[in-house]
Nanobody, 126 residues
Framework: QVQLVESGGGLVQAGGSLRLSCAPS????????MGWFRQAPGKEREFVAS????????YYADSVKGRFTISRDNAKNTVYLQMNSLKPEDTAVYYC???????????????????WGQGTQVTVSS
């Protein structure tokens, strides 16, 4: 398993923006799909966004499409989630996720995940 270190959560007003970062420790994410999930209080963990193992394609949950952008910086070995136009319903703990094996198209289900970050709280006030 790879250790994923997250940062960037916080408190923001509705309509604001935040950027989350995720850095795999001890391994690059080459050939591995990476993504983000979130879990709100009392709800199941849900998929948010992923890019493909080759970094070419992206995939988003309908609830965040057009507002969130997943990206990566190969030089910094870091994955980002840019969140714009935030809504109170985006409030959750956000988790970075790495695919359980290489060449999986996307990491968009729990079964695809091999490693999780520790989670970072995002709170959007109305």
């Amino acid at each position: 398993q790879v250790q994923l270190v997250e940062s960037g959560g916080g408190l923001v007003q509705a309509g604001g923006s935040l950027r989350l970062s995720c850095a795999p420790s001890g391994r690059t994410f080459s050939f591995y799909a990476m993504g983000w999930f979130r879990q709100a209080p009392g709800k199941e963990r849900e998929f948010v966004a992923s890019f493909s193992w080759n970094g070419i394609r992206t995939y988003y949950a309908d609830s965040v499409k057009g507002r969130f952008t997943i990206s990566r910086d190969n030089a910094k070995n870091t994955v980002y989630l840019q969140m714009n136009s935030l809504k109170p319903e985006d409030t959750a703990v956000y988790y970075c996720a790495a695919a359980r094996k290489s060449y999986i198209d996307f990491v968009n289900t729990m079964a695809d995940v091999g490693s999780w970050g520790q989670g970072t709280q995002v709170t959007v006030s109305s």
